[in-house]
């Protein structure tokens, strides 16, 4: 069984979700015949190589909130992601143009490396002080340590074409996947999970998708819009 994760570095509720979903996946019986592959969807794909500012005013800006509610966000956001395990710098981060990391994906993807190229990306994003956005030279540093060839993810970076229509290939079929924000999970094309869901949503979703066949069907969060980044920004997380 093939599971599709459609995703952006810049997306808060992808990194949870990876993790929740991973949480799910590790005790399933069938893990071993499962194939998981990442799929570019940039959630502000106009914007500008090096175009990168802080998270707060950006937050506050897009949703209109005080500083004091943006802030309040991310500390949310950051309870969730620690209820994963993981970290999350609450203050601090930046955001940017996420295409060149997404053709990096690709490249990783060839090499057998995606998979640890994404979590450390996020990593680095969301956990990190150093920037992923202002600097090709830190990009680098994670993609080595990820497992590639520092000269070849430089030829990369340095070629705006390569592997730019993969990532637009992406792009399009979450549009025709009806995927309107990410992160979005397709189960071998036959079920459709968007959001951050908790571990259980997918251990059901892995349950129900393993050898069957039939269209896919969106099975939760897709109406409510809870848990999902989308291009006019992340939902924040309420009390309760």
Request: proline share 2%.
């Given at each position: 069984m093939r599971v599709e994760i459609?995703?952006?570095?810049?997306?808060p509720w992808c990194y949870v979700g990876k993790a929740r979903f991973e949480k799910a996946l590790a005790a399933f019986p069938h893990r071993d015949g499962v194939e998981v592959v990442h799929r570019s969807f940039e959630l502000d794909p106009d914007r500008a190589k090096g175009d990168s500012g802080p998270v707060i005013p950006m937050l506050m800006?897009?949703?209109?909130?005080?500083?004091?509610?943006?802030r309040e966000?991310?500390?949310r956001l950051g309870e969730n992601?620690?209820?994963?395990?993981l970290d999350y710098l609450t203050e601090?981060?930046?955001?940017?143009?996420?295409?060149?990391?997404h053709r990096l994906l690709h490249l990783a993807k060839e090499?057998?490396?995606?998979?640890?190229?994404i979590g450390l990306l996020y990593r680095a994003n969301f956990a990190e002080e150093r920037s992923v956005f202002a600097d090709d030279e830190r990009v680098v540093e994670v993609a080595v340590e990820a497992g590639l060839d520092a000269d070849e993810v430089r030829a990369v970076l340095a070629d705006p074409q390569k592997y730019a229509e993969d990532v637009r290939a992406d792009e399009r079929e979450a549009a025709e996947l009806g995927a309107n924000g990410v992160p979005f999970f397709v189960l071998d094309r036959k079920y459709g999970i968007s959001g951050?869901?908790?571990?259980?949503?997918?251990?059901?979703?892995?349950?129900?998708?393993?050898g069957e066949r039939s269209p896919l069907t969106t099975l939760a969060g897709a109406d409510t819009g809870d848990d999902v980044c989308g291009p006019d920004g992340c939902a924040v997380p309420q009390n309760g």
């Open positions: 459609w995703s952006d570095i810049a997306c800006r897009k949703y209109g909130m005080t500083e004091e509610q943006a966000g991310e500390r992601a620690a209820a994963e395990g601090g981060r930046d955001h940017g143009n996420t295409f060149d990391m090499r057998g490396r995606q998979d640890e190229l951050a869901q908790p571990a259980e949503v997918f251990t059901q979703a892995l349950q129900q998708a393993w």
